[in-house]
């Protein structure tokens, strides 16, 4: 499957971006989906993921009450809405197709993955 995220951008501390992952090539029915990112000179870390088919979340601890994940399962799309962004959260996000259908915040659990969205949050 091939993923591309989009949506990323320059905002204000405390204002609102919405990203999109959109995948084709197949169905990604029965896989979780989520976001990860990565910011200058650290490691890749988790944000969010959605499960199969999107009853269940998970969220990483720096993002929970300000990220909501969800997706379309009819257009086969993934979507991030971040609000109250604070400039910790500059970074490359990537969308990934997770192995199972449950939601998952470890990178091994995912085997396709986008080529990443820059968000950059200026204070």
């Known amino acids: 499957v091939q993923l591309q995220a989009s949506g990323g951008g320059l905002v204000q501390a405390g204002g609102s971006l919405r990203l999109s992952c959109a995948t084709s090539?197949?169905?990604?029915?029965?896989?979780?989906l989520a976001w990860f990112r990565q910011a200058p000179g650290k490691e890749r870390e988790f944000v969010a993921a959605?499960?199969?088919?999107?009853?269940?979340?998970k969220f990483a601890d720096p993002v929970k009450g300000r990220f909501t994940i969800s997706r379309d399962n009819l257009k086969n799309t993934g979507y991030l809405q971040m609000d109250t962004l604070v400039p910790e959260d500059t970074a490359i996000y990537y969308c990934?197709?997770?192995?199972?259908?449950?939601?998952?915040?470890?990178?091994?659990?995912?085997?396709?993955w986008g080529q990443g969205t820059l968000v950059t949050v200026s204070s």
């Open positions: 990934a197709v997770s192995l199972y259908n449950s939601p998952s915040s470890r990178l091994e659990d995912y085997g396709e």
């Open positions: 090539g197949r169905t990604i029915s029965n896989n979780a």
């Open positions: 959605i499960s199969w088919p999107g009853t269940r979340t």
